[in-house]
């Protein structure tokens, strides 16, 4: 079936260091992919999305890179600092076309961010 | 402005109670969404909404009952819980129902007893 993983659960990183959050997903028609963060107690925060005729977006202090070939996405956090401590979700739309949008997220990633 | 609301925060409710989840909208999104998450688990559609109108249901049992009064609001009337219904329960938009970019709420977090 469909799904989209994560290869690491845990992510412990200096602050100031650069993050690298993966994702793999085995849907080769997903037409859409998106991470968010999610801090504790809190709801999923819209990071950056990235669309299937892209391999690189890049944001403010994050870039999302996308590998069709491998289907493989990740998360690169420029210079973490502790307030990116969070469970990170990535999420793949295997729809385009007017079907309806169901995202399908992976298990998450928790970066924790040492001083 | 990409912001969601959500009411109440947190709500501890009996099994024999009926109660009621608030999410509200104004980026004039017409697709709304309810999503459930446990604890260190992924969110897990439940409904979506589009244009006022029940899109989808994922096979959520009937004691989930959602409502969409206008395209501003979304409510999750909750009757007859179990204790495995409590979860942090999610809303989300989006422009419309093909549109991907999904913003999400706060979260309700249910406790049943």
């Known amino acids: 079936g469909e799904s989209v993983g994560l290869h690491l659960p845990t992510l412990s990183v200096q602050e100031g260091d650069n993050s690298i959050i993966n994702c793999a997903y085995s849907n080769s028609a997903s037409d859409y992919f998106i991470w968010y963060k999610q801090e504790s107690g809190k709801g999923p925060q819209f990071i950056i999305d990235i669309r299937s005729n892209m391999d690189k977006r890049q944001g403010q202090r994050v870039t999302v890179l996308l590998n069709k070939t491998v289907k493989h996405l990740s998360l690169q956090i420029a210079a973490t600092q502790p307030g990116d401590s969070a469970v990170y979700f990535c999420?793949?739309?295997?729809?385009?076309?007017?079907?309806?949008?169901?995202?399908?997220f992976g298990t998450g990633t928790l970066l924790a961010v040492q001083p | 402005d990409t912001e969601v609301t959500q009411t109440p925060k947190h709500l501890v409710m009996g099994m024999t109670n009926k109660k009621s989840l608030k999410c509200e909208q104004h980026m004039g999104h017409r697709a709304m969404y309810w999503y459930k998450q446990k604890a260190k688990k992924p969110p897990e559609l439940m409904f979506v909404?589009?244009?006022?109108?029940?899109?989808i249901n994922e096979s959520v049992p009937s004691r989930f009952s959602p409502e969409c009064p206008n395209s501003s609001l979304l409510n999750l009337h909750l009757h007859a819980l179990q204790p495995e219904d409590s979860a942090l329960y999610l809303c989300?938009?989006?422009?419309?129902?093909?549109?991907?970019?999904?913003?999400f709420g706060p979260g309700t977090r249910l406790t049943v007893l």
């Open positions: 989300a938009s989006s422009q419309d129902q093909t549109t991907d970019t999904q913003y």
């Open positions: 909404y589009s244009y006022e109108k029940l899109s």
């Open positions: 999420a793949e739309s295997p729809v385009g076309g007017g079907a309806t949008n169901k995202l399908i």
